[in-house]
């Protein structure tokens, strides 16, 4: 009976802790560091370099870089609007209508936030290309936004014809006409 009161052994090895295994054993693998295991040895014996801060001209160009990239931005979306716009076909729907709304609002806010996109770009080094970036990322959004009339031309919004602004000009008469039946 003293047997069955021995508690069983998951519960011992539950209570003490395992046996740390040496490091020796294993080698580093390739590209490891030291710096992370806080031994002082290795870290005075590794033969990489300390790595320099960068110069001015060179985070100037780094800046202009990332500028470019967020200039360019709005044409990555382009394709992507195109297809859904012209997915969503021409009749007046809820779908086709958050589609103009949104291809309006997003060039038109991007314009409003044009310094804000780019004052964490803004140094001395990088004012006058600065310039330019921001002139090409607002050509970007008026392409954005020539894409939104585009859409409110083809669903028949715009008012291109001289019957939509003379009161005395007819409306032109649809060659054909379809009615669903019920």
């Known amino acids: 009976m003293s047997e069955d009161l021995a508690p069983p052994r998951w519960a011992v090895e ?6 740390p295994r ?10 490891y560091t030291a710096a992370s295991s806080g031994n002082k040895k290795q870290i005075a014996s590794s033969k990489t370099p300390a790595r320099t801060a960068p110069t001015t001209e060179e985070m100037d160009t780094l800046k202009l870089k990332k500028a470019w990239e967020v200039a360019l931005a709005p044409v990555k979306q382009l394709p992507m609007t195109a297809i859904m716009m012209y997915m969503s076909g021409n009749s007046l729907q809820i779908f086709s209508i958050m589609m103009v709304v949104m291809a309006f609002k997003n060039p ?7 310094n804000q996109a780019f004052e964490k770009f803004d140094s001395d080094g990088t004012r006058a290309a600065l310039l330019g970036v921001k002139a090409v990322y607002v050509a970007m959004q008026v392409l954005a936004l020539a894409l939104g009339v585009w859409k409110v031309n083809g669903m028949g919004l715009l008012p291109t014809t001289r019957s939509d602004w003379l009161a005395w000009e007819t409306a032109r008469d649809a060659i054909e006409t379809a009615i669903p039946a019920f």
């Open 14 to 19: 539950l209570n003490s802790p395992p046996v």
């Open 22 to 31: 040496t490091k020796a054993t294993i080698p580093d693998p390739p590209g």
């Open 108 to 114: 038109i806010m991007g314009l409003v936030a044009t």
